[in-house]
């Protein structure tokens, strides 16, 4: 059964720092392309953050962009989301997923077969 471990949330004053891990279980982890999403409450879950397969095309939401980085290691087989100067908006339970690589938007959360958990992430102002 595949596996995906988020870590690495907590709580963290406005313009702190916090770095997001997603440890997985694939046996083909370098074949998939990993997303970040986030669901703050009352709100849809969005798009945060995508990384193809290949490591070298990123995705960004536009309200993350120049804040947030996506990076992986497939030696690991993990994915993780640096995040920075961080916000009361960025307020949100942060979920890592899955999906084999495929030449359709990496911000669509339907492609996504494999979810973790979620990992709370609170930003206090």
């Known amino acids: 059964q595949v596996q995906l471990v988020e870590s690495g949330g907590g709580l963290v004053q406005a313009g702190g720092s916090l770095r997001l891990s997603c440890a997985t279980s694939?046996?083909?982890?370098?074949?998939?392309?990993m997303g970040w999403f986030r669901q703050a409450p009352g709100k849809e879950r969005e798009s945060v953050a995508a990384?193809?397969?290949?490591?070298?095309?990123?995705y960004y939401a536009d309200s993350v962009k120049g804040r947030f980085t996506i990076s992986r290691d497939n030696a690991k087989n993990t994915v993780y989301l640096q995040m920075n100067s961080l916000k009361s908006e960025d307020t949100a339970i942060y979920y890592c997923?899955?999906?084999?690589?495929?030449?359709?938007?990496?911000?669509?959360?339907?492609?996504?077969?494999?979810w973790g958990q979620g990992a709370q992430v609170t930003v206090s102002s």
């Open positions: 694939l046996r083909t982890f370098s074949s998939y392309d």
């Open positions: 990384i193809r397969s290949s490591a070298y095309l990123t």
């Open positions: 997923a899955a999906r084999l690589a495929r030449p359709t938007s990496v911000a669509d959360t339907r492609g996504y077969g494999y």
